[in-house]
T-cell receptor, first 108, second 117 residues
Framework: RKEVEQDPGPFNVPEGATVAFNCTYSNSASQSFFWYRQDCRKEPKLLMS???SGNEDGRFTAQLNRASQYISLLIRDSKLSDSATYLCVVNAISKLIFGAGTRLAVHP | NAGVMQNPRHLVRRRGQEARLRCSPV?????VYWYRQLPEEGLKFMVY????????ESGMPKERFSAEFPKEGPSILRIQQVVRGDSAAYFC???????????????FGPGTRLTVL
């Protein structure tokens, strides 16, 4: 079983749609959690950290359920510029464990 | 405000040659991490270094690969006798000291794309 699992997609959605990504992780000792965004052939960039209480940053909402070892990302009012691969990332004793990513394509 | 810098951005080597990838962390960061991304796959942790010390090399292949982060100068990822399967994007990241703000966050460089012919 992979340490961090994500649905690879692709998710093809129209502008303005709401889309949700899910992720599960296997190491219950994981300490911190993130969503990164990676554009084609570029480096990953931090989108947001994920906290147990849930957190929101504009159109983006992240949730963490430690009991279920489940992380989610919700994107509201999708923009064309949101098209990218979204990486679920878990910090386990200083090293980051990446999921394989979920591809999102937003079309006009 | 320079971020993580990596060079070269693209590197082409023939089988059997050596590849040297360099990474300069964010100014003031003393923790460096190397990750490898194979085509169509996610990033995989390779090694975690602090100045002059290897902290965790559990993701590094046992042979042909080595990494260092000297007291002065950039971190170096060295691959000896490259093979076609080494073709990948190699990303370096750095983080600040524990206790500083954002200490959990790793800042990534633009990567070095290695192609082995």
């Amino acid at each position: 079983r992979k340490e961090v699992e994500q649905d690879p997609g692709p998710f093809n959605v129209p502008e303005g749609a709401t889309v949700a990504f899910n992720c599960t992780y296997s190491n219950s000792a994981s300490q911190s959690f993130f969503w990164y965004r990676q554009d084609c052939r570029k480096e990953p960039k931090l989108l947001m950290s994920v906290y147990s209480s849930g957190n929101e940053d504009g159109r983006f909402t992240a949730q963490l359920n430690r009991a279920s070892q489940y992380i989610s990302l919700l994107i509201r009012d999708s923009k064309l510029s949101d098209s990218a691969t979204y990486l679920c990332v878990v910090n386990a004793i200083s090293k980051l464990i990446f999921g394989a990513g979920t591809r999102l394509a937003v079309h006009p | 405000n320079a971020g993580v810098m990596q060079n070269p951005r693209h590197l082409v080597r023939r089988r059997g040659q050596e590849a040297r990838l360099r990474c300069s962390p964010v100014k003031g960061h003393s923790h460096v991490y190397w990750y490898r991304q194979l085509p169509e796959e996610g990033l995989k942790f390779m090694v975690y270094l602090q100045k002059e010390n290897i902290i965790d090399e559990s993701g590094m292949p046992k042979e042909r690969f080595s990494a260092e982060f000297p007291k002065e100068g950039p971190s170096i990822l060295r691959i000896q006798q490259v093979v076609r399967g080494d073709s990948a994007a190699y990303f370096c990241a750095s983080s600040p000291e524990i206790g500083q703000s954002s200490y959990n966050e790793q800042f990534f460089g633009p990567g070095t794309r290695l192609t082995v012919l």
